[in-house]
């Protein structure tokens, strides 16, 4: 029996191990690499073509949105699940769009991941019933309605929203270039253009956006000590 191949992309060494565990005991499935960022996750899915990605969004130095986006660019036979505790309407839009063909949520039951896989496999999408409820009330609506049923796209490139989230994690010009192997100066010409795109002209600024946009992941905030 041909087992389904699957890559684990969490930053939370934890999480990836309970994941690991969970689907070791099951006969037709094989774990065959992990990442803790987007962009290992990348790198892996190039070197092993997995079957099927299970994928958190917020990962360092490169999300799980972007990192999904490129993945079904360039490697479309693999099959992206999110497994996220996000639930926000804007970020299972975001990404469906991005070619995921399954969102799940971290508390969901251990039976829909292994479901989720294995339809993942056949090319079939899978949610969590309460998305799917969602989904189909947004749509619902959005056809009674006569509205588009989605919102325009991110006006950011690829790269752009590279350079973002490296900038938002407190990298300087210099190691972003060495992240993304571009020149210094590629990097400045980004990080402008993500300005003037934006109308950010501020680190704290840009910050904050790509908190909003789960670019990044938001910070809580410190209580009094």
Known sequence: MQKITVLLADDHTVMRQGLRALLAVEPDIEVV???????????LAGKFLPDV????IAMPVLNGLDATRQITR???SCRVIILSSYSDDEYVEQLTEAGAIGYLLKQTAANDLIKAIREAKLGNAYFSPSISRRMLDHYRRAFLSGQP???????????EREVLQLIAEGKTNKQIAVVLSISVKTVEKHRQ????????HDIAGLTRYAMAKGIIEAKPALGPA
């Open 193 to 200: 253009q993500v300005m003037d795109r934006l109308n950010i």
């Open 74 to 76: 360039d490697i479309p």
């Open 53 to 56: 990605i299970v994928m958190d």
């Open 149 to 159: 049923a989605r919102k325009s796209a991110e006006s950011l490139s690829i790269r």
């Open 33 to 43: 690499g992990e990442a803790e960022t987007g962009r290992q996750a990348l790198q």
